[in-house]
């Protein structure tokens, strides 16, 4: 079990109608890694993110979650699956009539009976709702746990919404752009944060970023997407600034 990668996916082909968008993508994230995606916009990032949980089929290629098939799983299985990853959005995707901690609560969708209703703050057990507020303490939230979303400010909701991921005790995390609605400074702190917890949890993740520093400066390893496919693919401290820059030069 211990060399069975968290996610592997081997020359993924997908295409939007004529539009052929990943022609071939390999990518693996190894136990306790944080590796960050990067590419041009539009290049297949979120694509590629949605073919690793199973929420779109490649027309060709195979994607793996601890050895288990992603690609063909259905029903259970792919749920069972899913349920292993927790996400971390650009626009957090909050629900807004809901309190940080009710928000937190929602992370137990699909691990609990009744789904929506037996997870909301009422039903939750004592158990669930100590440790909804030990994730929210966690991201650093704990006296803001009654607020709504419209309350709090960018930075704020986005470590509800890592809380909310640490209450799905995921082993992998795939974070699109977390920092991209953010400013520099609050996109940092989240950085860092998400990072910390990544490490001490030692979990896998997969995050995409814009900005070039911050991957070379979090991420163990830097894989990026040029023209569909795998262009680079290396420890972080091994890769020259050129080569990440030609990631996002035109043909
Ligand atoms: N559901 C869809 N139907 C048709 N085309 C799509 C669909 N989703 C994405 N595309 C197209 O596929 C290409 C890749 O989009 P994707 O969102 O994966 O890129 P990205 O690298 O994540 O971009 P960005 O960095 O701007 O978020 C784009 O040309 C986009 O317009």
Redesign the pocket.
């Known amino acids: 079990m211990s060399n069975v990668q968290p996610l592997k996916a081997e020359s993924i082909h997908l295409s ?2 004529t ?1 052929q ?1 990943l022609k071939g993508v390999s990518l693996t994230v190894n136990a306790s890694e944080g590796v960050v995606l990067l ?10 993110m949605r073919v690793l949980n199973g929420l779109e089929r490649p027309q060709q290629g195979s994607v793996e979650v601890f050895g288990k098939p992603v690609t063909g799983a259905r029903g259970s299985g792919l749920r069972a699956i899913r349920r292993q990853m927790g996400y971390v959005f650009q626009q957090f995707n909050l629900v807004p009539q809901l309190s940080a901690f009710q928000n937190v609560l929602l992370g137990l969708l699909g691990q609990r009976p009744f789904g929506l209703i037996g997870c909301m703050s009422p039903l939750a057990s004592a158990e669930d709702r100590e440790r909804a507020m030990a994730c929210l303490e966690r991201v650093g939230m704990s006296d803001r746990a009654m607020h709504r979303p419209a309350e709090l400010s960018g930075g704020q909701q986005q470590r509800v919404a890592i809380a909310r991921m640490l209450m799905q005790s995921p082993t992998i995390v795939i974070a ?2 977390p920092v991209a609605s953010l400013d520099p400074r609050a996109g940092r702190q989240v950085l860092e944060l998400l990072w910390e917890i990544v490490r001490e949890r030692q979990l896998s993740m997969l995050c ?1 970023l ?1 900005q070039v520093e911050l991957a070379r400066e979090f991420a163990d390893r830097i894989v990026g ?1 040029k023209a569909g496919a795998t262009a680079l693919d290396a420890p972080a401290e091994t890769i020259e600034l050129s080569a990440i820059n030609a990631l996002y030069e035109t043909a």
């Open positions: 939007y109608g539009l968008v590419g041009a916009n539009g290049c297949g990032k979120s694509s590629l699109d752009e995409t814009h997407i």
